[in-house]
């Protein structure tokens, strides 16, 4: 489940890249009722992004942005609520880690979900389903032949 986290330079003070990271996963897995669980914790992976200033844009001008983008199986944010909070503290949690200085409203949050089937781990595409189940077992499903 990887998260992509882009934010312009300076909007996030040097060195609280990661602790933001963490921060964005840690409440995805609890909004999403996955925290502890051992088959989906390793599976969120992703990256930090910095951008220089000037190449980050709202409205086709420049401008400093904070956007978090998860790539999620199609089981995940399907509830209404989760959607709307983790929305809200993902917000919250850039905003804070920025000290207050990025604009709730140059902060975006993004959930793609990959068609059914077309989620891969260490080469084996796995249906909604077969995380389902492996989630539940706590494993990763049997390989296929």
């Keep these: ?13 040097g060195g609280s890249e990661a602790a933001t990271f963490t921060r964005l ?29 000037g190449l980050t844009f709202s409205g086709s001008v420049a401008a400093p942005l904070a956007l978090i983008e998860w790539k999620m199986p199609g089981i995940a944010f399907v509830s209404r609520e989760v959607q709307i909070g983790y929305i809200a503290e993902a917000t919250e949690i850039v905003h804070e880690m920025s000290g207050g200085r990025q604009p709730r409203e140059g902060i975006w949050v993004n959930v793609v979900h990959a068609v059914d089937g077309g989620w891969g781990v260490a080469g084996v595409a796995l249906t909604n389903r077969e995380i389902e189940d492996a989630a539940v ?5 049997p390989a296929r032949a």
Excluded: C, I, K, Y
Aim: net charge positive; charged share 10%.
């Design 1 to 13: 489940m990887p998260l992509t986290l882009t934010v312009t330079e300076g909007v996030l003070p």
């Design 25 to 53: 996963s840690d409440a995805m897995l609890r909004w999403t009722g996955a925290a502890g669980n051992t088959f989906l914790t390793p599976m969120v992976v992703g990256s930090v992004n910095v951008v220089p200033r």
């Design 137 to 141: 077992r706590g494993a990763a499903p």
